[in-house]
């Protein structure tokens, strides 16, 4: 009788040291998790950027019975842009390809689908400094002449214009985000402790247009007055960044 209310009484001992250590453990773990005593805050920025290239986007469309076909004219019409357009004083890597594809041309014809051969299209596009936006005229009469058909223009940032905002933009969003973390940290009487987590969204850019075509018919004459004495202005350029901080 006695084994047995000592066998008893160690089980339960075992029992509520076991409950006592899950006790322990889970309050461990919650104040490793514990997200209390933090603050989010969203930081913006707009900044003004201006732009530093026009670029001039084209496409050069041929048709043949074969894809070979279509691609051997293409290759010919492209050839001859280029060669317009290095008259004109632009060098090679001015002129850069944007996409190519070769597709069979299918049509409806009485409900059923009848092949008319295939279509091969390379879009190019030329970069110019907006210094020398008055030669705009020259690429539209250079292309167009060589058999291409003008898609649109824009006033665009270079790569290296785009990392510039683009570092300026995030480092102001990042300065928002913390002065409003302290301003919420003092408004409750406590300081901005350590940063605990930051995500950024992306760098909102995008090239500003001079002149677009219609249904993919352009109006050579509309374009080059579109773009006739055009200088570039300045346009807004933002970031946002999230942070959590820790609020002591």
Do not use: C
């Amino acid at each position: 009788m006695e084994s047995s209310v000592k066998i008893t009484l160690i089980i339960a001992l075992t029992a509520i040291l076991l409950v006592a250590g899950g006790i322990s453990t889970f309050l461990i773990f919650k104040n490793a998790n514990d997200t209390s005593n933090t603050v989010s805050v969203d930081g913006t920025s707009n900044i003004k950027a201006t732009p530093d290239l026009v670029s001039v986007y084209f496409n050069a469309q041929t048709k043949g019975s074969t894809s070979k076909e279509a691609n051997d004219n293409n290759s010919e019409m492209v050839d001859e842009i280029l060669t317009a357009l290095i008259k004109q004083g632009f060098e090679r890597k001015d002129i850069q390809t944007e996409s190519f594809n070769i597709y069979e041309d299918v049509q409806w014809i009485n409900n059923k689908q009848v092949s008319k051969g295939y279509i091969a299209t390379h879009q190019m596009k030329v970069e110019l400094s907006t210094n020398e936006a008055s030669k705009i005229g020259d690429v539209i009469d250079a292309v167009v002449d060589a058999g291409a058909t003008l898609s649109y223009i824009n006033f665009e940032l270079s790569t290296a214009k785009q990392n510039e905002y683009k570092a300026q933009a995030l480092k102001e969003a990042s300065e928002d985000a913390t002065i409003k973390a302290e301003a919420i940290a003092s408004g409750l009487g406590k300081k901005v402790g350590k940063l605990v987590s930051i995500s950024t969204s992306n760098f909102n850019y995008r090239p500003w247009a001079l002149y677009e075509s219609v249904n993919g018919v352009a109006d050579v004459a509309m374009a080059k007055e579109a773009t006739t004495n055009i200088q570039p202005s300045e346009q807004d350029v933002n970031a946002q960044v999230s942070a959590v901080f820790k609020i002591v």
